[in-house]
């Protein structure tokens, strides 16, 4: 009886055995393809998105993102030297100072942005501030406001650009540097999407943030004039004006940076680990269905169709990516 009985559950079992492996998909039989992303933090919401309609799409492949300072990011390809195949950054021109000609070959200009100054019920003066005073309420006594690292974030040295455009602006001669006199160091962020938590527990009244990234996160912001939030490219003369110093290319080296309008830009890295797959993933980034699309959504303005600055950059890339890209 106990020898049937054995018997029975052996059946049973393999049974069960032959339904899973008969059951399981080709994905969980061989390792899946993975897909190394550096990206801007303004991107993580959207990319987070686009990763997830990919993957549904593509079981095969594994989007691995990590996000930070779009510097950052290129730093971690050109001094660390780790593995990546796509690089997301929320200024173009990182890409074109960093990673070109050494890691990269071409760089897409695919959505805008704008700069905008955010805050909570809770920020002090959060019912008084408005578009003409919000110099005078940055600048008082306990008032907590904060940005990302310039070194590190192009969202920290677009805020410092804000603000010395706003001076031209509103010919108010020292509010420059009168409002970094207000602004405690300890406020000054690795990258722009720590500061939401700063704001949302309280501790900081009010923080530089893209708009896109203050419409992901539900936050209340304050909309700036076009001379000065850096949306226009019609303007970018007079954006120009603005100069920042952050960390050169090298160690120890400086640069100055000049006020622009918000482009962002991504690219192949030339030694992509898994490139065939990186290439799928772009090419769906760049899909006014797809990605684009997911963009718009979210409140950041897809660039359609996307552009890179030469007809030899356009060449240069894969076949597949030239039909959504045209040149300047």
Known sequence: MKNKKAHIVNIVLS???????LGASPVTAKSRSQVIIFHAGSLSVPLAAMEKAFEAAHPDIDILRESG?????????????KPCDIMASADFSVIDRMLIPEYATWNIRFATNQMVLCYTDSSAFAKD???QNWTDILGR????????????????????????????????????ERLLANRPLANIRPKAVELIAML???????????????????LKFLTLPEKINLSSYALDPFYQQAKVEVSGKKPGEKMTLSGKSITYGLTLLDKA??????ILFI??????????????????????????SSTKDLVA??????????AD
């Not at 300072?69 to 030297?81: E, F, M, P, Q, V």
């Not at 890339?317 to 045209?326: A, E, N, R, S, Y």
């Open 141 to 176: 006594k306990g008032v907590f406001w904060g940005h990302s690292d310039p070194n590190l974030d192009p969202c920290g040295y677009r805020a410092l650009m804000v603000l010395q455009l706003a001076e031209k602006e509103f010919a108010d001669v020292g509010l420059y």
């Open 273 to 278: 680990p898994n490139r065939h797959s990186a």
């Open 15 to 21: 049974l069960l055995l032959l339904a899973f492996f």
């Open 200 to 218: 949302e527990n309280g501790g900081m009244d009010y923080a530089w943030e893209y708009r896109s990234v203050a419409v992901q996160h539900r």
């Open 129 to 131: 501030i408005g578009p």
């Open 283 to 308: 090419n769906y980034m760049l899909d006014p269905e797809g990605g684009m699309k997911i963009l718009a959504e979210m409140g950041q303005p897809p660039i359609i169709p996307a552009r890179v």
């Open 317 to 326: 890339m894969p076949p597949i990516l030239q039909t959504k890209v045209v």
């Open 69 to 81: 300072g779009s510097r950052k990011c290129a730093r971690k390809i050109s001094d660390l030297h």
